[in-house]
C-alpha cells in the first residue's frame, strides 16, 4: 500500500501537518482524484480528507 506524508500549507490544520495517510482507492485500485488536482486520503484519528495533491510526498518503503 502506497503511503504518503502530508506537507500542508499555512491554512492547513496543525494536526495533519507533516501527518502520514493513506490513498482511497477506486473499484479499480486508482486513487480518487479531483478534476483540480485534489486527492481523497485517509488519516488515522481523522478518517478520509480532501488535500492538495501538489502537497502530497510519497514515502519510500
Known sequence: MTTYIYHGDKLTDPA????ICHPVRRYDG???????GSMLVHFAGHGDVVVIGRLLR???S
Open 16 to 19: 495533519l501537518k507533516k501527518a
Open 30 to 36: 486508482k486513487c480518487v482524484r479531483g478534476k483540480n
Open 58 to 60: 510519497k514515502v519510500k
